[in-house]
């Protein structure tokens, strides 16, 4: 079994918190948003939530979903790829996509390096 991860940025502050996910209704029935670092659940704001996708990058920094990724051919035997985009969750598996295109985050003979 593999573990799930999430991040999130504080409500308060502009500071990531990791562990995993809750979503919870407040009194008025409001969505709110928690990353959940046993015993603590920490507010986050909704769009800077992502799951971890079990993939590192070339400098081996963990890539998250929201992230901007470049991706690039490593091996002249295959197409050669010099692709940039948002990850994404989607068909049930890991994509980096932009506008018009998309291409899988993970793939043997690509590197993937983070760019923000």
Same mark, same amino acid.
Request: charged content about 35%; glycine content about 10%.
């Given at each position: 079994?593999?573990?799930?991860?999430?991040?999130?940025?504080?409500?308060?502050?502009?500071?990531?918190?990791? =562990?995993? +996910?809750?979503?919870? *209704?407040?009194? @008025? #029935? %409001?969505?709110?948003?928690?990353?959940?670092?046993?015993?603590?659940?920490?507010?986050?704001?909704?769009?800077?939530? =992502?799951? +971890?996708?079990?993939? *590192?990058?070339? @400098? #081996? %920094?963990?890539?998250?979903?929201?992230?901007?990724?470049?991706?690039?051919?490593?091996?002249?035997?295959?197409?050669?790829?010099? +692709?940039?985009?948002?990850?994404?969750?989607?068909?049930?598996?890991?994509?980096?996509?932009?506008?018009?295109?998309?291409?899988?985050?993970?793939?043997?003979?690509?590197?993937?390096?983070?760019?923000?």
């Amino acid at each position: 079994m593999r573990d799930i991860f999430f991040r999130g940025k504080g409500l308060e502050t502009d500071i990531w918190f990791y =562990g995993g +996910f809750s979503k919870e *209704y407040n009194k @008025d #029935g %409001e969505d709110e948003f928690y990353i959940v670092d046993a015993p603590c659940l920490i507010p986050v704001k909704k769009e800077t939530i =992502g799951q +971890f996708t079990g993939i *590192y990058d070339i @400098d #081996g %920094e963990r890539i998250w979903e929201g992230m901007t990724v470049n991706q690039r051919s490593v091996s002249p035997e295959y197409e050669d790829i010099d +692709f940039t985009g948002i990850v994404t969750f989607k068909e049930g598996s890991w994509w980096i996509e932009s506008l018009n295109d998309s291409v899988r985050l993970f793939s043997e003979d690509r590197e993937n390096r983070i760019i923000e």
